[in-house]
């Protein structure tokens, strides 16, 4: 039986050595996971090698910054400083992913210059040239001494010296995304008048540090280095929608396709392809709002103009995406980062044919963009055994079977019934409605969600695939359970949206935006509609309604004076620069620092900073946010003696990565 996607599985070769497929995996920064000297723990090394036995070719490292002579101001903590340490973790981590066929190769980065967040600048701001901060303008960056460019190489070439001795397979210098190595090969960013001035400048640095590392490494020793092609700029610190007309202001893609020819006859031997800076944030880590695959079409022209391979990733998500990138010649191997940290098996999957059984990313940014930018433990909302796979991986078997009873059928609700159900529970979902996936279902419907809609899909085939039973159109009541043999109980009852105590808030012209989405309630076309509530919700529901061209006039009314600044945690940078930029785009108006006084007819009045201000209004939408839907709970946990937990929203209503962790976590202690 040949293979599905034959092409995926073909070796390749960078200078001499062989990858077994065409399956790499980007590079992503481990934060959360290093010791205080910013060196992988073992949870780090178990994270990699999950990966190498779920089948990919080669691993490329989260960014390692080498020993500068300066304060850069990114990473405090440097690797290279207990050159003992590193050998000792890389040499464990490099022999555990051989064992598998996987080759290892060791990223460098270079912080952040001029796109460094405030507080990561410990003093003085440096960057490639003088300029200001992409974050705060009012920040002034410094331009590199000529002698602390050489230090920046210098330091490559003893850093590679120390990852040889680990046995890795290559090294990636990472110059792409607005980081500091790409400031210099930014013509906008780079108005140096000595050696290292415009695009030859920058080349000049790297076909140093790649000259510097054969020599110290040997000739065949590889090195591949990470480049952007399309910058997506249309000034300093704004993005360019998808399809938006404007002028280039960063580096075109003629000029990144020449760049690339100049790095590879200084010696690369393979180009590892991004797209975007921190201009354009929200191309460079891609949120579920940009469309799947979405530097491919530019990396095509890139691949045909050098001789080495290049790898591109860019929400490749699916096995048949990823095997027409290289079939139709636009890479020589695909680049996976957040798809691997949903399923570290896709390879796999994808070899045998079983991508249905792939546990999708949904783009979310959560966990994995959102908690690095945030300084927080990387993870991922769809997958909680991130950085626990040793302990979590495998599903152990209980003790005693019991009967489990899981009142409700949302994420939370089908997470806990598949763990349950894999160790060998009987499991019984209670659904109220007629279909799993609760307030989930609301937000898969945007037409962009496809990968939401994935995730739905997926986990009623491991509902299925576990046996376990679901009853439907079924709402539990407190005497259903005192009558119930099951041994346990988990109430996964969901949320309820927060309604105030406001005149008007009951007139038949009020909608709620999670019916608004599924088409449960439908406004009519041509309607001035107000949004109450500027939160990921309301943006969205407003996004959507212009989108479908249901409605021509929208308004989003905001109690603060920034949209999405609620929540457990802060939206995602990239997420919320995209809607923001979104709404900004589609001519959906604001009205901030505004508060809810009465709905009347024709018309919502607001308190704007204690005055009143009217707003005609044919349909209001309240998005005031979500309450646990938890009565159930209290009433059960009062009067059943059963063990009884609690999950997802209706323990505290938040977002998809909570919901998931707790109900995997109980599933297992069940």
């Known amino acids: 039986m040949a293979l599905k996607y034959p092409e995926l599985f073909q070796p390749f070769q960078i200078g001499r050595l062989e990858i077994k497929n065409r399956i790499v995996m980007s590079g992503m920064h481990n934060i959360g996971w290093k010791d205080e000297n910013d060196v992988i723990t073992d949870e ?7 990966r190498a036995k779920g089948g990919v070719g080669l691993i490329i490292s989260g960014a390692n910054q080498p020993d500068f002579q300066f304060d850069n101001g990114v990473i405090m903590n440097n690797p290279f400083r207990t050159p003992a340490t590193f050998v000792s973790r890389h040499k464990k981590l490099a022999d555990r992913v051989h064992s598998y066929g996987c080759k290892l190769f060791i990223q460098f980065g270079y912080g952040g210059g001029r796109v460094d967040f405030p507080e990561w600048i410990p003093g003085e701001g440096i960057a490639a040239d003088d300029s200001s901060n992409r974050w705060d303008p009012s920040i002034q960056h410094r331009a590199l001494t000529k002698k602390e460019i050489r230090s920046i190489i210098d330091a490559s070439v003893s850093a590679a010296a120390v990852c040889k001795q ?5 090294i990636d210098i990472n110059c792409y995304g607005g980081y500091l190595l790409d400031q210099f090969l930014q013509p906008c960013f780079n108005h140096r008048t000595d050696e290292y001035a415009g695009l030859d400048g920058g080349v000049k640095i790297m076909a140093e540090i790649v000259k510097g590392i054969k020599e110290v490494c040997g000739k065949i020793f590889p090195v591949s280095c990470r480049l952007g092609i399309r ?5 300093e610190g704004q993005s360019a ?7 280039e202001y960063g580096r075109t893609v003629q000029e990144s396709i020449y760049v690339a020819q100049k790095l590879e006859e200084a010696g690369y031997d393979a180009i590892y392809i991004g797209n975007g800076t921190y201009d354009s944030f929200y191309w460079l880590y891609p949120p579920m709002y940009q469309k799947e695959g979405l530097w491919l079409d530019d990396v095509a022209e890139l ?3 050098v001789n080495v391979p290049v790898f591109c990733p860019g929400k490749i998500v699916t096995p048949e995406m990823a095997n027409d990138a290289v079939k139709d010649g636009k890479v020589t191997a695909v680049a996976l980062g957040r798809a691997l940290l949903a399923d570290p098996e896709w390879a796999n999957k994808a070899r045998l044919g079983i991508e249905e059984e792939i546990r999708p990313c949904i783009g979310c940014n959560i966990a994995c963009v959102g908690h690095i930018f945030a ?3 990387m993870g991922c909302a769809v997958n909680a055994n991130i950085m626990r796979e040793k302990d979590m991986d495998e599903i152990v078997p209980a003790k005693v079977a019991k009967k489990v009873a899981i009142i ?3 994420v939370a609700g089908m997470e806990c019934a598949r763990i349950a159900a894999r160790r060998g529970h009987e499991v019984t979902i209670y659904e109220k409605s007629d279909k799993l996936g609760g307030t989930f279902i609301s937000a898969s419907v945007p037409e962009e969600k496809i990968a939401a809609r994935r995730l739905l899909a997926w986990y009623d085939r491991e509902i299925k695939k576990a046996d376990v039973t679901v009853k439907y159109n079924c709402e539990i009541t407190l005497e259903d359970m005192k009558q119930s043999d099951c041994d346990e109980i988990v109430i996964a009852t969901g949320n309820v949206s927060k309604i105030p105590p406001i005149p008007g808030v009951d007139n038949g012209n009020v909608y709620n935006p999670v019916k608004v989405l599924t088409g449960e309630q439908k406004i009519p076309k041509e309607s001035k509609v107000v949004i109450i509530g500027g939160g990921l919700v309301g943006c969205e529901a407003a996004l959507y309604l212009k989108q479908e061209e249901a409605v021509k006039d929208i308004t989003i009314v905001e109690g603060f004076d920034e949209l999405m600044s609620g929540g457990l945690e802060p939206q995602p940078i990239g997420n919320k620069l995209m809607i923001c930029d979104l709404i900004d785009y589609h001519g959906i108006k604001l009205q901030m620092g505004s508060m809810l006084s009465r709905i009347e007819d024709g018309k919502v009045v607001v308190n704007c900073k204690g005055e009143e201000k009217t707003i005609a209004a044919d349909a209001v939408i309240l998005s005031l946010g979500l309450a646990p839907n938890d009565s159930l709970y209290k009433e059960i946990y009062e009067n059943v003696p059963k063990k009884v937990w609690r999950i997802g929203d209706a323990l505290s209503a938040s977002n998809l990565m909570f919901g998931i ?4 976590a109980v599933a297992r202690q069940i």
Do not use: M, W
């Open 241 to 247: 929608l998808d399809g938006e007309n404007c002028k």
């Open 375 to 377: 300084g927080l433990p």
């Open 303 to 305: 691949t045909k103009s």
């Open 231 to 235: 910058q997506h700029i249309k000034a």
């Open 661 to 664: 962790r707790d109900a995997n």
């Open 166 to 170: 680990t046995g890795c397979d290559g």
């Open 44 to 50: 780090v090394v178990d994270y990699f090698e999950a």
């Open 408 to 410: 409700g059928g949302g």
